[in-house]
């Protein structure tokens, strides 16, 4: 059987081309999804900066969730190291020397603009991690002395002896250049280094570092040093070396874990689905058509199992040269995927990608356990039918499924209405996660009731078709109908491409623009203040000044959790919001039920009255809140406020709140005007004028910065659906193609019967475009399963986004069907009538 497989093989040439095509993508997809996954697990960057430095003491890990024995949970900003413990170090057996490490925020001004940013600021000391050597001029010793990396010496076009003004601790000052250093090995990011009294000053929490670098004596391995600093420092800390350091040097590298694990499973399981589905249309369309061949066979003597045998074989011939071929091409796909995500900031730029055979074998293996069962599966039925009852039956199967298929999706219907009733009395963030998987399930159900579904849509539509169509759509519409099984086999891809993007973007978009509103509906502003390297207190103090102001106040913005009592918050950290409350207009806009923001200095926060009831605080209570860097900080509740524990914030005084974030000072300044002043934006942009890295403008520059936020979500989203397009618009070509040319004797007989090859082509195009209007029908019912839901439970009712994604995807669809139609019809009417019905392989 094998053997006949091989050479069966030559004569259904667009069958076996078809099930390559789907497998070869399939398990290009796959592989890199199992990259992806891999490398966000490894959380791999090459150590830059710190290459010099064998040992590197940095801080928590993260936040040991109490509800949970092992899990833990990456701060969203740098945790750092008590700088005192560097002399601790230092006194270690085999440790040659100890440097402390602080990095802030830090630019050039060349002109009236910034240059560099980002960048970051350092002590000369911690150029000895990379380590960075002096090419020009001397290290700089005192106040008001910096050296230049040399990239940034070029672009700024400075020299040693030349004075330089730099943003550093959100103020612009001029600084002598005392010299030019360049690092050993690359180092992408810029760097300016300070005197030791200027990091001091500008250190975002004087005391700490962000890391503490240690070179071992000689002779003395950074393996062996490790295991003797393990036990002489404080448990919470975390001592890295090898490519870990690259954690250290680079703390974006553990928030990063989570996105990139959910693009890879998410997108992953998506194709798993959209791959099964696929191939076994495919391939129950390619035994269709043969179910006279093997009816001969068996009437030749051979066994229902060896004919079932000879299928799978077929199948798994052409699986396996898929798989294969589609093994390099894998890791080529994810690491563009990879690099993409980079440049749209889901993951640093620093990261690796790096699959390791592991990613290549999860991905091939599945690629093959897939088309297996579908094969064994469709065959089942050419196997097990009578030779006589398959010779004389007709070659056109009926539309109706068997009770099997439909009770699975009556199931998997019932699943969809269910996860989308419950989407809508979930909260924002869990909405997704659970109205999601609607898309699935009702794209499942349509593909296992597809036949049946298009004979009845096309039934009833068939007066106006005809009416479109003109008389030349009679045909079109009942070979719709009586191909049903084969077309149904076109609906599957095209319904998956519809649904899935629809809802991925329509239910981000939705998601995100209910998030900023509610974000920005938190804050009363007339005007907003953003800095790029942060906002210095004298700027705010200059602010206030400005005649028609009725309150300023800067906001800083982090994530945290209330640690005692615990919040339970989990894997996902509650915001965590900083301000000044010294003006008469307040700038929350959530009323205070009971306490005083007044009362919002030092140790204190203030806390939605719906949270602080679940979790039984009082106002006076003391709690215990964990920040942003890992900081736990005992602050007294002053004031409960009138705010959805879902969208509110805990308050804290920004002064406290700033510190602990990665920047060390607030990044926007809100203002407050009195009534009547219009005029308060022109104001306030010639009060600020002459300030690099400053913008001004009116609240809309609010929402601006949370939907900043809230992007790379959304190009999540936007990134699977385009997978998935493509996925799916390769499958419809595989099928549509298959399902033209096996119909090579109907045209041939059509066109002995009178009609010409265009009139052939025009009834092509009318059954086609009836199964892709179809398609992007229940495609857009299925997506609004997922949609709808998700609008109502984030509050908005009405779906939200760009109104381009619906023509665009009509757009796609049309460009996919129109094309393949119009080739393999052509290549179908290729020999002339009597050839095709005279030829035995036809």
């Known amino acids: 059987m094998i053997r006949l497989s091989l050479a069966g093989l030559r004569f259904r040439a667009a069958q076996s081309l078809a099930t390559f095509a789907a497998v070869l993508l399939g398990c290009s997809l796959l592989i890199a999804c199992a990259g992806l996954f891999e490398s966000a697990v490894r959380l791999e960057a090459s150590v830059q900066r710190l290459a010099g430095t064998p040992v590197v003491i940095a801080g928590s890990a993260g936040f040991h969730l109490p509800d949970e024995e092992s899990e833990t ?102 600084f002598t250049v005392t010299g030019v250093a360049r690092p050993r090995h690359r180092v992408d990011t810029l760097a300016i280094f300070f005197s030791a009294s200027d990091a001091r000053r500008f250190s975002p929490r004087p005391g700490t570092a962000d890391v503490i670098g240690v070179l071992p004596a000689p002779g003395t391995s950074a ?48 194709v798993l689905v959209v791959m099964a589905l696929v191939v076994s249309a495919t391939i129950s369309l390619s035994v269709r058509g043969r179910r006279r061949e093997l009816a001969l066979l068996r009437s030749a003597g051979a066994t229902p199992r060896q004919v079932h045998r000879m299928v799978v074989a077929e199948t798994m011939i052409v699986s396996v040269l898929a798989a294969l071929a589609g093994t390099p091409l894998g890791g080529l796909l994810g690491r563009s995927i990879f690099e993409l995500s980079a440049q749209r900031g889901v993951v640093p730029p620093e990261l690796r990608f790096r699959p390791s055979v592991i990613a290549f074998a999860a991905g091939l293996l599945l690629a093959l356990l897939i088309p297996w069962p579908a ?42 209405v269910a996860l989308a009733a419950t989407t809508m009395f979930l909260d924002p963030d869990t909405a ?132 005692k009592p615990y919040d339970s918050r989990g894997s996902d950290p509650g915001t965590l919001l900083g301000i000044d ?6 700038i929350l806009a959530a009323a205070v039920t009971s306490g005083s923001l007044r009362d919002l200095t030092g140790e204190s926060a203030a806390l939605p009255a719906a949270q602080a009831e679940d979790l039984g605080i009082r106002l006076g209570d003391r709690i215990t809140v964990r920040l942003g860097d890992g900081t736990p900080v005992e602050v007294k509740v002053v004031a409960l406020l009138d705010s959805s524990p ?92 298959v399902s033209v040319l096996s119909r090579r004797r109907e045209f041939a007989a059509q066109r ?18 009836v199964v892709a209007a179809i398609s992007m029908a229940a495609g857009a019912v299925i997506a609004a399963f997922t949609v709808l839901p998700t609008a109502v439970a984030v509050g908005s009712i009405v779906p939200t986004g760009p109104l381009w ?38």
Request: net charge positive; hydrophobic share 50%.
């Open 223 to 270: 393996e062996d040093l490790a295991r003797r600093l393990e036990g002489r420092l404080p448990p919470d800390l975390t001592i890295l070396t090898g490519a870990d350091r690259g954690r250290a040097e680079f703390p974006g590298l553990a928030a990063s874990r989570l996105p990139l694990i959910l693009l890879s499973s998410i997108f992953g399981g998506l």
């Open 581 to 586: 409350v010294q003006d008469e207009a307040p």
């Open 646 to 737: 879902d969208h509110g914030a805990v308050v804290l005084p920004a002064a406290l709140l700033a510190p602990h974030t990665t920047a060390g000072l607030p990044s926007a300044i809100l203002v407050r005007a009195v009534p009547g002043q219009d005029t308060l934006v022109s104001r306030l942009e010639r009060q600020t004028a002459g300030r690099p890295g400053l913008a001004v403008g009116d609240r809309s520059r609010l929402s601006a910065m949370f939907s900043a936020e809230l992007g790379v979500q959304a190009w999540i989203s936007y990134l699977l659906a385009a997978l998935a397009i493509a996925y799916a618009a390769v499958a419809a070509v595989n099928t549509m193609a």
């Open 73 to 174: 949970v990456p701060y969203a900003e740098r945790p750092r190291v008590d700088t005192s413990l560097a002399a601790q170090v230092h006194g270690v057996p085999g440790v040659g020397r100890a440097i402390t490490d602080v990095s802030f925020p830090a630019a050039v001004v060349v002109g009236d603009r910034l240059l560099g940013t980002p960048l970051t600021g350092h002590g000369w000391a911690s150029a000895a991690l990379a380590p960075y050597e002096l090419i020009r001029g001397a290290e700089p010793r005192v106040a008001g002395q910096v050296v230049l990396d040399a990239a940034l010496a070029g672009r700024a076009g400075k020299q040693p002896g030349d004075t330089v003004d730099v943003v550093a601790g959100g103020q612009s000052q001029p």
């Open 432 to 563: 997704s996660a659970v109205g999601g998987p609607a898309v699935l399930t009702g794209g499942v159900a349509v593909a296992l009731v597809g036949p049946e579904l298009l004979d009845r849509l096309v039934g009833r539509a068939a007066p106006l078709i005809r009416r479109i169509g003109g008389r030349g759509s009679v045909l079109a519409v009942i070979n719709t109908r009586v191909r049903a099984v084969h077309f149904a086999s076109v609906l599957t891809p095209l319904v998956l491409a519809t649904a899935i993007t629809l809802s991925n973007v329509y239910a981000q978009t939705t998601q995100d623009d209910a998030a900023v509103r509610r974000q920005a509906a938190q804050f009363q502003a007339d005007a907003v203040i953003t800095a790029e390297t942060g906002v210095p207190a004298a700027l705010l103090a200059q602010i206030r000044r400005t005649p028609g102001l009725a309150g300023a106040s800067p906001l800083v913005s982090s994530r945290g959790w209330i640690e």
């Open 805 to 842: 994604v619906l023509p665009a995807m009509i757009a796609v669809i049309v460009v996919i069907v129109v094309p393949v139609t119009l080739v393999s019809s052509r290549s179908a009417m290729r020999r002339g009538p009597v050839e095709v019905i005279g030829s035995p392989a036809s």
């Open 752 to 769: 002995l019967a009178g009609s010409t090859r265009r009139q052939v082509r025009r009834m092509l195009l009318v059954e086609v475009s």
């Open 375 to 416: 094969a064994a599966l469709a065959a089942l039925p050419a196997a097990r039918v009578r030779p006589v009852q398959a010779l004389t039956e007709a070659a056109i199967p009926a539309a109706a499924v068997g009770p099997t298929r439909r009770l699975l999706a009556v199931l998997l219907a019932g699943a969809t």
